[in-house]
């Protein structure tokens, strides 16, 4: 009896450790294949994220744009937003903690395709995020890491 009390005690500290406030996933994360950073930040009662580093900042192949120049936002649905620098760019926004370790209802922008997603992420071990943007229902979707 005493063995199960121990092992539940242990559970339950385990648990506790790794129960993670808004504030756990707050700062800089770096994109899975390290394309660029992303910083998680509050606003308001939510989590919102920006682009803050990209590895490669400026258009490298004229299909994509003027080689040399200031990657922007040329594929956003709204013509007046297509001029904003990819750079410092908000791309998520009103995620909403939902129990631990979990936030929800959030939007996240997708500026290579210029489409925005419902999104939700999920902190699944101390400095490893897994996000996910879908449409509808999260079974119809992707999912990106993130790490410190």
């Known amino acids: 009896m005493m063995i199960h009390i121990i092992l539940a005690m242990g559970l339950l500290t385990a648990t ?13 994360w770096k994109t899975d294949g390290g394309d660029s950073h992303l910083e998680l930040f509050r606003c308001g009662d939510t989590i919102c994220g920006k682009i803050v580093w990209l590895k490669v900042p ?18 956003n649905p709204d013509k007046t ?13 009103g995620l909403t903690a939902k ?3 979990q936030w929800e209802n959030g939007i996240c922008y997708d500026p290579e ?7 939700k992420m999920q902190l699944v071990a101390p400095g490893k995020l897994k996000l996910r943007g879908y449409i ?10 993130l790490t410190r």
């Open 16 to 28: 506790t450790a790794f129960s993670a406030g808004p504030g756990e996933v707050l700062g800089v």
């Open 58 to 75: 400026k258009y490298i192949d004229r299909k994509d744009g003027p080689v040399g120049k200031t990657k922007v936002d040329r594929k």
């Open 81 to 93: 937003l297509r001029s904003r620098p990819i750079l410092g760019l908000q791309v998520m926004r």
């Open 99 to 101: 129990g631990d370790n």
């Open 113 to 119: 395709a210029g489409k925005s997603y419902k999104c």
């Open 136 to 145: 509808g229902i999260s079974l119809i979707g992707r999912t990106f890491g």
